[in-house]
């Protein structure tokens, strides 16, 4: 089983930064892939970055060159800097892994089995 538990939420003015963080634990083969989604009230849970085990990382194109996602396997931790916020990057943001090892399929949500509880951010102008 997998444990995710993400942090660094808050409410922050259009322009500011933010750095969610996904604390993880469990099988480390349940984890092969991990990414960030988003949920906004009213609309579809999205696919925001995504990670796998070789470093690939792939972003949604609304918050690429603004978003970046790393990870450190010594700590079992996941990042999100987020750069440049405005409000239409608020939302609830969860934490999620796949046993798979995946590259075009990382921001599907299908393809992830864990999840974290989610930390909201708020953006405003």
């Known amino acids: 089983q997998v444990q995710l538990v993400e942090s660094g939420g808050g409410s922050v003015q259009a322009g500011g930064s933010l750095r969610l963080s996904c604390a993880a634990s469990?099988?480390?083969?349940?984890?092969?892939?991990m990414g960030w989604f988003r949920q906004a009230p009213g609309k579809k849970r999205e696919g925001v970055a995504g990670i796998n085990s070789d470093g690939e990382v792939r972003y949604q194109d609304s918050v690429k060159g603004r978003f970046t996602i790393s990870q450190d396997s010594a700590k079992n931790t996941l990042y999100l800097q987020m750069n440049s916020l405005i409000p239409e990057d608020t939302a609830m943001y969860y934490c999620?892994?796949?046993?798979?090892?995946?590259?075009?399929?990382?921001?599907?949500?299908?393809?992830?089995?864990?999840w974290g509880q989610g930390t909201q951010v708020t953006v405003s102008s």
């Open positions: 999620a892994a796949s046993s798979y090892r995946l590259w075009l399929e990382l921001l599907l949500e299908y393809n992830y089995h864990f």
């Open positions: 469990g099988y480390a083969s349940s984890r092969n892939s």
